[in-house]
């Protein structure tokens, strides 16, 4: 990212008096956003031969006699070439050709913000990933820059670190910082009013905005609305995004949600968001605005009027009750805190479209967005903590796209057939009661609760939900046929049964493997002991999560032979049995397997039953003595995670240290 010194590493490198003794001839070209092959051939050929005068010319004849000197120059010499700031794959297309392979240990650097640049460019994985300076870089850094070789007065000692912890790491900003504070007399008073940030590093951010195209430029200021060092679930961004329009399809197989998996990889190979975890299958899990790119983001986005957050340029409750009646009127994104939203004078909009509420710990007012008649999105952020409040009158605002908070109770009222144009329903909260009346939301693509309650069916078998996508989580689903009719697109799944009627078939689980579409389905099942329930599942399934017995394990071929299967959970003795033994063919895409809580003895398997697992975790099974011992051919194998319940790792270690490469890494952890 910008401000993390690629190219004062490269100039170090460039300039070390061991590097000019290796290398015969060396040269240092910047590109930039805005480059045009004449500048660059003369810029190189400036610097082979020493010169500081960089002419820009645009004859064919000019051009093609540059590039047969510049060839000529390196040809046969062992040399070095530094390509500065690069922003394109074509750019370095359009010269690497110049630099004939003497096979000398010649060496090019190139630096770069964008993943796709250095992954085209490196001929092996010789890619160096700059890192943000820890604590102790951090301050090293920041006292260099101010006092030199001499100590930091003790009454400077806190509010410098303060002032450090607030610059995250990035070298630009500690440098700007300190360079700012060594010119002014060193007092705390006047240290505290210093701000973090400035024109110069925003100025370097703004260059990687710069360089986005439009509809990236919208995804990338969205994300002002959340608050600081937040981690951000990437499927709610995703949801969030295309609720606001912001995926358009160019071809008819394109799916939005997936053109919005792609638009967050293309901002963090942007360097412009961080991720904070990853799935298993590499997709983003969470992500967040490293601070000085969100100071930057923040600004843009108020400039732009594109989103307003209310606390970072309010940040007192005295501020907010004096503008915010005035800033609502003018903006149509905002993000505010829930007292914000209880406000005498603020709680009336027709401009306001979006609203991103931040819930506040401790504080737990009724707030009401009833008045706001435009709104489209409403998203409050979940806490860890589940301390969320209801907003009133939800279900009276007809445009809206998105909704995901707590309501005033579990039943959802009849009213919700107002909200003709809702997407995504997420609610906040266990036992949810659905009216007859979801079925009548044509355009609802994600229905999410913490549970709810059996879903009623209408009288008319005409309505469906033939947009649904996602579904979880809904107690006593029955898999009637007729449900299935109704929503026949569903790609995630998630039930958790109670009761025990399967003896009878009464929740028709046999129906499951008619949702063609499904990939992924989570099935829980509480207060009931073991009978054999699963028979067929979707063969679309990429991931499975079983809770509760659900299966035997000599059964498990039905799992492992489901053919896009990537990820395994089987969780509180969700298979019965003490012996599993595989056969060739099966689990032949698995990546993960997770077994959680289980009475296994024997587990018998070779390397070939599982030739793409990656991950392997063991969590309390206190009766399996050992894993298969051919597990060490598995060459994908990278992770094995596992309890010390009664020493286990005991008896794991000594086979496992034997029989697994060393690349894979081995955890041990306590339950």
């Not at 399934?541 to 990537?566: A, H």
């Not at 049995?577 to 959680?596: A, K, R, Y």
Request: glycine share 4%; hydrophobic share 40%.
């Amino acid at each position: 990212m910008g401000g993390i010194v690629t190219s004062t590493l490269a100039k170090y490198v460039y300039h070390h008096p061991m590097i000019m003794d290796q290398y015969d001839i060396r040269a240092w070209v910047t590109i930039s956003q805005d480059y045009s092959i004449p500048s660059i051939l003369s810029q190189l050929l400036a610097s082979l031969k020493g010169k500081v005068e960089r002419v820009e010319r645009d004859s064919l004849k000019v051009i093609e006699a540059e590039m047969l000197e510049i060839k000529k120059n390196l040809s046969g010499r062992r040399y070095l070439i530094v390509i500065d700031d690069i922003w394109s794959v074509v750019a370095w297309n359009h010269i690497q050709w110049l630099f004939p392979n003497n096979h000398n240990r010649s060496r090019i650097i190139l630096t770069t913000r964008l993943m796709d640049v250095a992954t085209n460019a490196a001929i092996s994985s010789n890619i160096h990933m700059m890192r943000f300076l820890d604590d102790v870089q951090s301050l090293r850094l920041f006292q260099d820059k101010v006092f030199g070789d001499q100590d930091c007065p003790i009454e400077l000692q806190s509010v410098g670190e303060k002032i450090v912890k607030g610059c995250g790491g990035l070298p630009l900003s500690i440098v700007t910082v300190a360079g700012l504070l060594s010119r002014i007399p060193r007092t705390p008073k006047l240290w505290k009013q210093i701000e973090v940030n400035d024109g110069q590093l925003g100025s370097i951010l703004s260059l990687s905005y710069n360089h986005l195209p439009l509809h990236l430029r919208k995804c990338f200021l969205y994300m002002a609305a959340f608050p600081q060092e937040y981690d951000i679930r990437a499927s709610e961004l995703i949801k969030l995004w295309v609720a606001e329009g912001y995926m358009l399809r160019r071809y008819a197989f394109e799916t939005v949600d997936l053109l919005a998996e792609h638009c967050l990889e293309d901002l963090t190979r942007q360097s412009l968001v961080l991720v904070t975890s990853r799935k298993i299958d590499g997709k983003i899990k969470s992500c967040r605005l490293h601070s000085m790119v969100r100071d930057s983001c923040v600004k843009q986005a108020g400039q732009e009027k594109f989103l307003l957050p209310v606390m970072d340029y309010f940040p007192t409750p005295i501020l907010r009750r004096h503008f915010l009646p005035q800033v609502l009127q003018n903006h149509r994104r905002v993000s505010v805190s829930w007292h914000d939203l209880n406000l005498k004078d603020s709680g009336h909009s027709s401009c306001t479209t979006c609203i991103i509420c931040i819930p506040q710990r401790g504080y737990r007012p009724k707030s009401s967005v009833q008045n706001f008649t435009s709104l489209r999105v409403l998203h409050v952020l979940r806490r860890n903590d589940r301390s969320y409040r209801e907003l009133g009158q939800v279900f009276e605002l007809s445009n809206l796209t998105y909704l995901a908070s707590n309501i005033p109770d579990s039943i959802v009222p009849p009213a919700i057939a107002k909200l003709q144009n809702l997407q995504s329903l997420i609610i906040y909260r266990s036992d949810v009661r659905l009216p007859v009346e979801i079925w009548s939301l044509r355009m609802l693509r994600h229905l999410i609760a913490f549970t709810f309650q059996p879903l009623p069916l209408p009288k008319r078998a005409t309505l469906s939900l033939v947009h649904l996508k996602t579904l979880s989580m809904a107690i006593d689903f029955v898999c009637s046929e007729k449900v299935v009719e109704m929503i026949p697109n569903i790609k995630k799944l998630g039930i958790c049964y109670s009761q025990e009627k399967f003896g009878s078939g009464y929740y028709c689980l046999g129906n499951l493997i008619r949702f063609h579409r499904v990939e992924k389905l989570k099935l829980e099942m509480h207060h009931g002991s073991y009978v054999p329930r699963l028979i067929y599942l979707p063969l679309s399934l990429n991931k499975l999560e079983l809770s509760g017995g659900w299966i035997s394990w000599r059964d498990m071929m039905i799992v492992g032979s489901l053919p896009n299967l990537q990820v395994v959970k089987l969780k509180n003795h969700a298979c019965h049995g003490e012996h599993w033994e595989t056969i060739e063919g099966e689990f032949g895409n698995l990546i993960l397997l997770l077994i959680d809580e289980s009475n296994l003895q024997r587990w018998t398997a070779k390397s070939s039953h599982f030739p793409r697992l990656k991950c392997l975790m063991l969590h309390r099974c206190p009766y399996l003595d050992e894993i298969p011992h051919d597990f060490g051919n598995i060459h994908p194998l990278k992770l094995i995670e596992i309890d010390d319940h009664k020493n286990i790792y005991n008896i794991y270690i000594g086979k496992i240290t034997k029989m697994i490469p060393c690349e894979v890494f081995l955890i041990l952890f306590q339950t």
